[in-house]
Nanobody, 123 residues
Framework: QVQLVESGGGLVQAGGSLRLSCAASGLTFSSYTMGWFRQAPGKEREFVAYISWSYGYTYYADSVKGRFTISRDNAKNTVYLQQNSLKPEDTAVYYC????????????????WGQGTQVTVSS
């Protein structure tokens, strides 16, 4: 049974930082591209970043480029999202997701999803 469990969310002031983690189990982690998505109230889920299964290639949404950094530790089956210079518009539930041997920014490309972790940025 595949499980993705996010942690690290919370309440932070604008300009602050958070580090989200997503621990995966039940899958061959190194064979999956890992992505982060977010969903704000009343809005659709949107792509944030991914890190590929091979070579660790990273790709970011324009809205977070230069502020967020995605990384992975295959030995720990964990993917991270370092969030710096947070803005109120970053407030959302953040989800990690796994896509087998493909790189994509679309939600339909990801087979497995975590339950989400709330990030709230106050102004």
């Amino acid at each position: 049974q595949v499980q993705l469990v996010e942690s690290g969310g919370g309440l932070v002031q604008a300009g602050g930082s958070l580090r989200l983690s997503c621990a995966a189990s039940g899958l061959t982690f190194s064979s999956y591209t890992m992505g982060w998505f977010r969903q704000a109230p009343g809005k659709e889920r949107e792509f944030v970043a991914y890190i590929s299964w091979s070579y660790g290639y990273t790709y970011y949404a324009d809205s977070v480029k230069g502020r967020f950094t995605i990384s992975r530790d295959n030995a720990k089956n964990t993917v991270y999202l370092q969030q710096n210079s947070l803005k109120p518009e970053d407030t959302a539930v953040y989800y990690c997701a796994a896509a087998p041997r493909r790189t994509t920014t679309g939600t339909t490309g990801y087979n497995y999803w975590g339950q989400g972790t709330q990030v709230t940025v106050s102004s």
